[in-house]
């Protein structure tokens, strides 16, 4: 194709400030203006909203900076250069990231802190008091750049709102302490409000329950909106329209058509939901930007970094992980958070790891992983962290029970790599019941790619776990501190494996026990139906 011989721009995965981008012309904007505009616009003016890591949120923040500071030659050819703006009054603009502020300690976070502010106030030429408090420096600041303004306004935009938090997770004493700071600090922004045309706020998690949010429970949360639900990330829509000619020449590069291209990329970076009431999906934009650019597919999440936020609770959290596919649970479970007892499904839905699925006719909600990128970053990072050992050796040890699947069938891999997998267990762990066991056994299987499913129902009961391969049906009994003669025993009496006997592929039932004394499980047993 004669395009692929032209220097075709790519979405941006490492530029981050509209003007940059735009004038620079290292990459391409997806021209997501439109919904600004109407963000800019509509009756609510104080307004919060969490993404995961790498989803554009700064990205988003210097566009509304640009249209606010009214730079209309950056908007040249985008859908808010259409509409009627107001490109002759600019506000003063007060934009910046709470990271800034973060620190290892509580006296490194007030003193980082502190200093953010002094910078504010040199940058917009307006005094600050070095007698004064800085949750009162910050107050005044507000007003004094207000004041100064000829609309007597000011618009605000902060990053990373939840960053400084992030570092204390594990330290509830220090934690305390910083949100007690913060929630005076951010409540200056309600107090204010009346001087505060804009204000947007972002972060990866929605810690609602934290006195943070005490103070600025005036703010009107998109993180669930059906609206805005395709605010940040790329639409299929968009795959066709403003990136197809990108994609045309990914799949050239990789000897197929444009319609199985868009396919793979979005089996790998798309499913997204961030909207129970639209079934409205994104991809997410740096990973596909990245997969555009090289022209390969793979895992850009991980390499990228990790949300402190979700590593750090999850180090404190000392939990066996859930099979991860198919979790329920209520809206308010995924809206509402605390530091102290934050869910982890909770933690990793807002972090990008999980996403919605299906919202069923009660309301409740279906999550699930959103697509290949994070089944692999499940494996390398989540996993990796739960279990403190080293990434490597934990990706040897999934490639090697992915071949013995492959290669040598079931049988082997339940007696050498899923001894290999409880095996790995760290110390301090303790599985307290049959159900930890299986949980920890489900999410294994899911991780080498196995088509296994828990809790399946029979006519006289439930199969803890099934397994399909082109081997055979593969019916699980579960046992704690039992045997594994047991286990196949009410397997067999039950019937579980009924359902499937139709089948032209065998079935077997499959006894398993997990011995508290030994830490491990003892050999499966194995028999046809």
């Known amino acids: 194709m004669e395009n692929c011989k032209v220097k075709i721009k790519v979405p941006t995965t490492g530029v981050f400030d509209f003007p940059s981008l735009i004038l620079g012309g290292k990459g391409k904007y997806v021209d997501k203006t439109d919904?600004?505009?109407?963000?800019?616009?509509?009756?609510?003016?104080?307004?919060?909203?969490?993404?995961?890591?790498?989803?554009?949120?700064?990205?988003?923040?210097?566009?509304?900076?640009?249209?606010?500071?009214?730079?209309?030659?950056?908007?040249?050819?985008?859908?808010?250069?259409?509409?009627?703006?107001?490109?002759?009054?600019?506000f003063p603009v007060v934009s910046f990231t709470m990271s800034s502020a973060a620190g290892s300690t509580y006296e490194k976070f007030t003193s980082n802190l502190r200093s953010l502010v002094k910078g504010l106030a040199v940058e917009h030429g307006v005094p600050f008091d070095s007698d004064e408090t800085t949750e009162k420096n910050f107050e005044d600041f507000l007003k004094a750049v207000a004041a100064k303004s000829d609309r007597k306004e000011v618009v605000v935009l902060i990053d990373e709102y939840d960053e400084p938090v992030a570092k204390f997770l594990d330290d509830l004493e220090t934690l305390k302490k910083v949100r007690s700071i913060l929630h005076?600090?951010?409540?200056?922004?309600?107090?204010?409000?009346?001087?505060?045309?804009?204000?947007?706020?972002?972060?990866?998690?929605?810690?609602?329950?934290?006195?943070?949010?005490?103070?600025?429970?005036?703010?009107?949360?998109?993180?669930?909106?059906?609206?805005?639900?395709?605010?940040?990330?790329?639409?299929?829509?968009?795959?066709?329209?403003?990136?197809?000619?990108?994609?045309?020449?990914?799949?050239?590069?990789?000897?197929?058509?444009?319609?199985?291209?868009?396919?793979?990329?979005?089996?790998?970076?798309?499913?997204?939901?961030?909207?129970?009431?639209?079934?409205?999906?994104?991809?997410?934009?740096?990973?596909?930007?990245?997969?555009?650019?090289?022209?390969?597919?793979?895992?850009?999440?991980?390499?990228?970094?990790?949300?402190?936020?979700?590593?750090?609770?999850?180090?404190?959290?000392?939990?066996?992980?859930?099979?991860?596919?198919?979790?329920?649970?209520?809206?308010?479970?995924?809206?509402?958070?605390?530091?102290?007892?934050?869910?982890?499904?909770?933690?990793?839905?807002?972090?990008?790891?999980?996403?919605?699925?299906?919202?069923?006719?009660?309301?409740?909600?279906?999550?699930?992983?959103?697509?290949?990128?994070?089944s692999t970053s499940l494996s390398e990072g989540y996993v990796a962290t739960l279990l403190r050992s080293g990434m490597s050796d934990w990706n040897e040890e999934l490639a090697d029970a992915q071949d013995d699947l492959i290669e040598k069938g079931v049988e082997t891999l339940l007696k050498k790599n899923l001894k290999a997998a409880f095996a790995a267990v760290p110390h301090e762990w303790h599985i307290g019941d049959e159900r930890e066991a299986k949980r920890y056994f489900l999410l294994f299987m899911k991780l080498i790619g196995a088509d296994i499913s828990g809790e399946r129902q029979s006519a006289r009961g439930r199969a803890d776990a099934v397994l399909q391969d082109k081997t055979g049906t593969y019916v699980f009994e579960f046992k704690y501190g039992k045997t594994a003669q047991e286990a196949l025993e009410q397997a067999k009496t039950k019937e579980y494996g009924n359902p499937w006997l139709d089948s032209s592929l065998p079935v077997f039932y499959v006894g398993v026990n997990y011995d508290p004394e030994k830490r491990g499980i003892d050999d499966p047993l194995v028999e046809k139906v």
């Open 184 to 374: 005076d600090f951010y409540e200056k922004l309600k107090i204010n409000s009346g001087s505060i045309r804009f204000l947007m706020m972002t972060g990866v998690t929605k810690l609602t329950k934290l006195s943070i949010f005490s103070g600025l429970n005036h703010l009107t949360d998109l993180s669930m909106s059906a609206r805005f639900a395709t605010l940040l990330g790329y639409t299929s829509a968009e795959l066709d329209g403003a990136l197809r000619e990108n994609i045309e020449v990914f799949a050239q590069k990789n000897g197929m058509c444009f319609a199985a291209a868009k396919r793979m990329l979005l089996s790998w970076y798309d499913g997204y939901r961030f909207a129970p009431q639209s079934e409205a999906k994104v991809c997410n934009p740096v990973s596909l930007g990245n997969a555009l650019k090289s022209g390969e597919l793979k895992n850009y999440w991980e390499s990228t970094g990790q949300a402190s936020m979700i590593v750090n609770r999850i180090k404190a959290a000392d939990e066996i992980p859930a099979d991860l596919n198919g979790l329920v649970v209520s809206q308010t479970q995924l809206d509402v958070c605390d530091a102290e007892t934050m869910p982890i499904e909770a933690l990793l839905y807002q972090g990008g790891y999980l996403t919605i699925k299906r919202v069923r006719a009660s309301g409740r909600i279906e999550l699930g992983i959103p697509n290949e990128e994070i």
């Open 35 to 90: 919904l600004l505009y109407q963000l800019a616009n509509d009756a609510d003016q104080q307004l919060f909203i969490s993404r995961p890591r790498r989803f554009g949120k700064s990205l988003m923040l210097s566009t509304l900076k640009a249209m606010f500071e009214c730079r209309r030659e950056l908007f040249k050819g985008l859908a808010i250069d259409n509409l009627p703006w107001e490109w002759d009054k600019p």
